[in-house]
Protein backbone atom coordinates (compact mmCIF):
# COMPACT_ATOMS: atom_id res chain seq x y z
CA UNK A 1 0.00 0.00 0.00
CA UNK A 2 0.98 3.42 -0.92
CA UNK A 3 1.84 5.94 2.62
CA UNK A 4 -1.38 7.70 2.03
CA UNK A 5 -3.25 4.58 2.09
CA UNK A 6 -1.93 3.47 4.77
CA UNK A 7 -2.15 6.47 7.38
CA UNK A 8 -6.09 6.87 5.48
CA UNK A 9 -6.44 3.00 7.15
CA UNK A 10 -4.48 3.59 10.31
CA UNK A 11 -6.18 7.08 10.92
CA UNK A 12 -9.54 4.66 10.79
CA UNK A 13 -8.41 1.97 12.58
CA UNK A 14 -7.82 4.53 15.34
CA UNK A 15 -10.48 6.05 15.88
CA UNK A 16 -12.44 2.40 15.99
CA UNK A 17 -9.73 1.06 18.36
CA UNK A 18 -11.32 4.02 20.40
CA UNK A 19 -15.08 3.20 20.59
CA UNK A 20 -16.12 0.25 22.70
CA UNK A 21 -17.03 -3.62 22.03
CA UNK A 22 -20.57 -2.84 22.11
CA UNK A 23 -19.95 1.00 19.95
CA UNK A 24 -17.97 -1.07 17.30
CA UNK A 25 -20.66 -3.75 16.85
CA UNK A 26 -23.30 -0.95 16.22
CA UNK A 27 -21.16 0.68 13.82
CA UNK A 28 -20.44 -2.14 12.23
CA UNK A 29 -24.47 -3.20 11.92
CA UNK A 30 -24.95 0.94 10.58
CA UNK A 31 -22.77 0.03 7.88
CA UNK A 32 -24.49 -3.27 6.85
CA UNK A 33 -27.90 -1.55 6.84
CA UNK A 34 -26.14 1.66 5.02
CA UNK A 35 -24.99 -0.90 2.57
CA UNK A 36 -28.46 -2.66 1.99
CA UNK A 37 -30.08 0.66 1.54
CA UNK A 38 -27.46 1.09 -1.30
CA UNK A 39 -28.32 -2.02 -2.46
CA UNK A 40 -31.92 -1.52 -2.58
CA UNK A 41 -31.52 2.39 -3.62
CA UNK A 42 -29.93 0.81 -6.66
CA UNK A 43 -32.77 -1.68 -7.14
CA UNK A 44 -35.05 0.33 -6.84
CA UNK A 45 -33.69 2.90 -9.57
CA UNK A 46 -32.91 -0.25 -11.76
CA UNK A 47 -36.82 -1.67 -11.71
CA UNK A 48 -37.81 2.03 -12.43
CA UNK A 49 -35.72 1.93 -15.54
CA UNK A 50 -37.43 -0.56 -16.37
CA UNK A 51 -40.37 0.03 -16.04
CA UNK A 52 -39.61 3.44 -18.09
CA UNK A 53 -38.09 1.30 -20.65
CA UNK A 54 -40.98 -1.28 -20.94
CA UNK A 55 -43.38 1.52 -21.42
CA UNK A 56 -41.68 3.00 -23.85
CA UNK A 57 -41.43 -0.14 -25.47
CA UNK A 58 -44.95 -1.14 -25.11
CA UNK A 59 -45.78 2.78 -26.54
CA UNK A 60 -43.58 2.18 -29.51
CA UNK A 61 -45.75 -1.07 -30.33
CA UNK A 62 -48.63 0.21 -30.36
CA UNK A 63 -47.69 3.49 -32.34
CA UNK A 64 -45.83 0.40 -34.72
CA UNK A 65 -49.57 -1.22 -35.09
CA UNK A 66 -51.28 2.06 -35.55
CA UNK A 67 -48.99 2.56 -38.55
CA UNK A 68 -49.27 -1.20 -39.92
CA UNK A 69 -53.36 -0.21 -39.35
CA UNK A 70 -52.61 3.27 -41.32
CA UNK A 71 -50.06 1.40 -44.15
CA UNK A 72 -53.28 -1.06 -44.71
CA UNK A 73 -56.28 1.25 -44.96
CA UNK A 74 -53.49 3.40 -47.47
CA UNK A 75 -53.27 0.55 -49.60
CA UNK A 76 -56.89 0.43 -49.54
CA UNK A 77 -57.63 3.62 -50.45
CA UNK A 78 -54.84 3.39 -52.70
CA UNK A 79 -56.67 0.75 -55.03
CA UNK A 80 -59.63 2.48 -54.46
CA UNK A 81 -58.31 5.80 -55.52
CA UNK A 82 -56.71 3.78 -58.76
CA UNK A 83 -59.80 2.37 -59.70
CA UNK A 84 -61.45 5.75 -59.54
CA UNK A 85 -58.81 7.07 -61.49
CA UNK A 86 -59.85 4.18 -64.31
CA UNK A 87 -63.47 4.81 -64.26
CA UNK A 88 -62.65 8.66 -64.57
CA UNK A 89 -60.58 8.11 -67.81
CA UNK A 90 -63.02 5.53 -69.21
CA UNK A 91 -66.42 7.33 -68.35
CA UNK A 92 -68.00 8.44 -71.70
CA UNK A 93 -71.67 7.58 -70.09
CA UNK A 94 -74.49 10.22 -70.99
CA UNK A 95 -76.55 10.78 -67.88
CA UNK A 96 -80.13 11.09 -70.29
CA UNK A 97 -79.36 8.07 -71.86
CA UNK A 98 -78.62 5.91 -68.83
CA UNK A 99 -82.16 7.28 -67.12
CA UNK A 100 -83.84 6.17 -70.11
CA UNK A 101 -82.41 2.83 -70.26
CA UNK A 102 -83.07 2.18 -66.47
CA UNK A 103 -86.74 3.46 -66.43
CA UNK A 104 -87.58 1.46 -69.52
CA UNK A 105 -86.64 -1.62 -68.08
CA UNK A 106 -88.76 -1.11 -65.10
CA UNK A 107 -91.41 -0.21 -67.44
CA UNK A 108 -91.41 3.23 -66.22
CA UNK A 109 -92.58 5.73 -68.76
CA UNK A 110 -90.23 8.32 -70.39
CA UNK A 111 -88.84 11.03 -68.81
CA UNK A 112 -90.75 14.03 -70.07
CA UNK A 113 -87.85 16.43 -69.79
CA UNK A 114 -83.86 16.41 -69.32
CA UNK A 115 -81.77 19.54 -68.24
CA UNK A 116 -78.00 19.12 -68.18
CA UNK A 117 -75.29 20.82 -66.33
CA UNK A 118 -71.73 20.42 -66.83
CA UNK A 119 -68.96 22.07 -64.27
CA UNK A 120 -65.76 21.95 -63.89
CA UNK A 121 -63.97 21.14 -60.67
CA UNK A 122 -59.91 21.07 -59.37
CA UNK A 123 -57.77 18.34 -60.64
CA UNK A 124 -58.97 18.22 -64.50
CA UNK A 125 -61.91 16.54 -63.20
CA UNK A 126 -66.20 17.49 -64.79
CA UNK A 127 -69.32 17.19 -63.09
CA UNK A 128 -72.10 16.54 -65.33
CA UNK A 129 -75.18 16.41 -64.12
CA UNK A 130 -78.80 15.37 -65.52
CA UNK A 131 -81.89 16.07 -63.81
CA UNK A 132 -84.89 14.02 -65.12
CA UNK A 133 -89.12 15.13 -64.71
CA UNK A 134 -91.11 11.99 -64.47
CA UNK A 135 -94.96 12.38 -64.21
CA UNK A 136 -97.25 9.89 -63.26
CA UNK A 137 -94.70 7.83 -61.20
CA UNK A 138 -95.65 5.43 -58.25
CA UNK A 139 -93.78 4.94 -54.78
CA UNK A 140 -92.96 1.22 -56.31
CA UNK A 141 -91.19 2.51 -59.51
CA UNK A 142 -89.45 5.49 -57.74
CA UNK A 143 -87.99 3.05 -55.59
CA UNK A 144 -86.74 0.23 -58.23
CA UNK A 145 -85.60 2.93 -60.25
CA UNK A 146 -83.10 4.42 -57.25
CA UNK A 147 -82.48 0.92 -55.78
CA UNK A 148 -81.61 0.09 -60.02
CA UNK A 149 -79.06 3.64 -60.15
CA UNK A 150 -77.55 2.49 -56.97
CA UNK A 151 -76.85 -1.02 -57.78
CA UNK A 152 -75.59 0.10 -61.17
CA UNK A 153 -71.90 -0.26 -62.23
CA UNK A 154 -71.18 2.81 -63.81
CA UNK A 155 -69.30 6.08 -62.26
CA UNK A 156 -73.02 7.43 -61.07
CA UNK A 157 -74.51 9.18 -57.87
CA UNK A 158 -77.56 10.62 -57.36
CA UNK A 159 -77.40 14.23 -56.44
CA UNK A 160 -80.96 15.32 -55.29
CA UNK A 161 -84.88 14.13 -55.61
CA UNK A 162 -87.75 16.16 -55.22
CA UNK A 163 -91.23 14.21 -55.08
CA UNK A 164 -94.37 15.99 -55.33
CA UNK A 165 -97.88 15.14 -55.52
CA UNK A 166 -99.34 15.12 -59.39
CA UNK A 167 -100.91 18.13 -60.43
CA UNK A 168 -104.59 17.82 -60.51
CA UNK A 169 -106.35 15.04 -62.09
CA UNK A 170 -103.13 13.08 -62.64
CA UNK A 171 -102.48 10.22 -60.56
CA UNK A 172 -98.92 9.33 -59.08
CA UNK A 173 -96.12 11.68 -58.03
CA UNK A 174 -93.82 14.41 -59.76
CA UNK A 175 -90.44 13.37 -59.54
CA UNK A 176 -87.40 15.36 -60.42
CA UNK A 177 -84.18 12.94 -59.95
CA UNK A 178 -81.17 14.68 -60.47
CA UNK A 179 -78.23 12.27 -60.90
CA UNK A 180 -74.28 13.42 -61.56
CA UNK A 181 -71.45 11.60 -63.09
CA UNK A 182 -67.74 12.71 -63.24
CA UNK A 183 -65.52 12.42 -66.13
CA UNK A 184 -62.05 13.28 -66.34
CA UNK A 185 -60.79 16.30 -69.12
CA UNK A 186 -57.60 15.86 -69.63
CA UNK A 187 -56.22 18.75 -67.57
CA UNK A 188 -54.93 17.98 -63.72
Do not use: H
Request: proline share 1%; charged share 25%; aromatic share 4%.
Amino acid sequence: MSENQATWVDRVEAQLSRFSAREQILLGVMVVVLGCLLVVAVAVLMNARASALDQRISDQREVLAMLVEERDAYRVNAAENARIEELLASNDLRLSSFIEARAGRLSIARPREFRDQEQALDGGVEAESTTAEFAGMEIEQLSALLTAIEEAEELVFTRQIAVAPARRGNEGLEVELTLVTFKRTGGT
